[in-house]
């Protein structure tokens, strides 16, 4: 059983840039969902995608957005790019079952810099 | 609103010492809570979740509706314990894991 991986590690955008952060879910994961970490804070949620759409979003604007593909690997695409949006991005994966409780698994993150 | 507070940013005892890690949340309803522990230089993972009423690494924590609060407690910490938690929560029916700001606990040898 391999866990989540995400891709890039690092990265450094200049404003207004697009970027594009990957992951890969666990194995047998149906679910994944994405979060921002700023320094200092918890993560904030993104969105969820199950089953290749979106199941759930947080307080972020439509230039962020995300693709989940039959495989069930993931894209976080980030538009028009702010210096706020650096920040370490997390990527985490869950099996969603009607009777199972909640528990996702997290990726290591990639850090994103905008200058 | 939902809501996760964790009060201390940064918390310090001794090694052997009881450790309460505070959390409070903020919900119209019946949350799920967990712990999410991060080690040095490891990914966020999850602790312990308030329906299994587990202990895990001697860890507890016990959800009270009353005072709305999920302090984390350990009764004799040890060094390998130094890492940084988060308390959480999963509205029902929701999709998303609402997080406190984080408490860095550091145990002295």
């Known amino acids: 059983e391999t866990g989540v991986t995400q891709s890039p590690t690092h990265l450094i955008k200049t404003r207004g840039q697009q970027v594009t952060l990957r992951c890969s879910s666990q194995?047998?994961?149906?679910?994944v969902s994405w979060y921002q970490q700023a320094l200092g804070q918890g993560p904030q949620f993104i969105f969820q995608?199950?089953?290749?759409?979106?199941?759930g979003r947080g307080n972020f604007p439509p230039r962020f957005s995300g693709l989940q593909f039959p495989n069930y690997s993931s894209e976080l695409n980030v538009n028009a790019l702010e210096l706020d949006d650096s920040a370490l991005y997390l990527c985490a994966s869950s099996l969603v079952q009607r009777t199972s409780s909640y528990e996702q698994y997290f990726g290591p993150g990639t850090r994103l810099t905008v200058t | 609103a939902q809501r996760v507070t964790q009060p201390e940013k940064l918390l310090s005892v001794f090694k052997g010492a009881p450790v309460e890690l505070k959390c409070n949340y903020s919900?119209?309803?019946?949350?799920?809570l967990f712990w999410y522990v991060q080690y040095s230089r490891q990914r966020l993972q999850l602790l312990l979740r308030?329906?299994s009423r587990e202990s895990i690494k001697g860890f507890t924590a016990d959800l009270n509706k009353g005072e709305t609060s999920f302090h984390l407690k350990k009764p004799f910490a040890q060094e390998e314990d130094s890492a940084m938690y988060y308390c959480?929560?999963?509205?029902?029916?929701?999709?998303?894991?609402?997080f406190g700001q984080g408490t860095r606990l550091t145990i002295n040898p």
């Open positions: 995608y199950y089953r290749e759409e979106e199941n």
């Open positions: 959480a929560l999963v509205g029902k029916g929701a999709q998303k894991l609402v």
């Open positions: 308030h329906i």
């Open positions: 919900y119209s309803g019946s949350p799920e």
């Open positions: 194995s047998g994961h149906n679910t």
